[in-house]
T-cell receptor
Framework: KAGVTQTPRYLIKTRGQQVTLSCSPI?????VSWYQQTPGQGLQFLFE???????NKGNFPGRFSGRQFSNSRSEMNVSTLELGDSALYLC??????????????FGAGSRLTVL | AQTVTQSQPEMSVQEAETVTLSCTYD???????LFWYKQPPSRQMILVIR??????QNATENRFSVNFQKAAKSFSLKISDSQLGDTAMYFC???????????????FGKGTKLTVNP
């Protein structure tokens, strides 16, 4: 069974650009969550999607957005990149909030560097 | 709001020895879950162990076990017979249903860097 797949694994952007990160969940998983990991702030929750609906959102500016498609794949977008957006972006998938399992499986992450 | 605190930024242990990582949390929820995740240098976050708050029995997974003290809001991880492959960042996390009853959002601690020495 394939795990959570995140693409691209590494990317370098300059300030002011935008970036789109992709996440393919484990087959059968309908919930996808995104987290930002930085040395200073640690792991912070960005968003959570289930059945194409945003269930929850973290405390990030509107430059951070996301969506989920009918096949459960998810994308997140960051517009007008700032140096502070440099981070490892982790995606996690699960069966969903009503499965009772409450177990998230993480991908390897997308390492974004903003110059 | 939930908070998770890991007070040990770094720890080391000799191979085959036992080590305990500390975690305290705060939540106003009655129904919540607690987790320990491991993140080796390769970066893939792996679930080590999961505890449901309403279960009094401490969770165990092979060499990994927890000491869940609900009243003290403490959730420590014990690793027995430490192996070189246990070297990693360990994150304690909590999760509870949001007001809409449909979120699995995790709140993480800052992590403990564990080094297992040969």
């Amino acid at each position: 069974k394939a795990g959570v797949t995140q693409t691209p694994r590494y990317l370098i952007k300059t300030r002011g650009q935008q970036v789109t990160l992709s996440c393919s969940p484990i087959s059968g998983h309908r919930s996808v969550s995104w987290y930002q990991q930085t040395p200073g702030q640690g792991l912070q929750f960005l968003f959570e999607y289930f059945s194409e609906t945003q269930r929850n959102k973290g405390n990030f500016p509107g430059r951070f957005s996301g969506r989920q498609f009918s096949n459960s794949r998810s994308e997140m977008n960051v517009s007008t990149l700032e140096l502070g957006d440099s981070a490892l972006y982790l995606c996690a998938s699960s069966l969903g909030p009503f499965s009772g399992a409450n177990v998230l499986t993480f991908g390897a992450g997308s390492r974004l560097t903003v110059l | 709001a939930q908070t998770v605190t890991q007070s040990q930024p770094e720890m080391s242990v000799q191979e085959a020895e036992t080590v305990t990582l500390s975690c305290t949390y705060d939540t106003s929820e009655n129904n919540y879950y607690l987790f320990w995740y491991k993140q080796p240098p390769s970066r893939q976050m792996i679930l080590v162990i999961r505890q449901e708050a309403y279960k009094q029995q401490n969770a165990t997974e092979n060499r990994f076990s927890v000491n869940f003290q609900k009243a003290a809001k403490s959730f420590s991880l014990k690793i027995s017979d430490s192996q070189l492959g246990d070297t990693a960042m360990y994150f304690c996390a909590s999760s509870s249903q949001n007001s809409q009853g449909g979120s699995e959002k995790l709140v993480f601690g800052k992590g403990t860097k564990l080094t297992v020495n040969p």
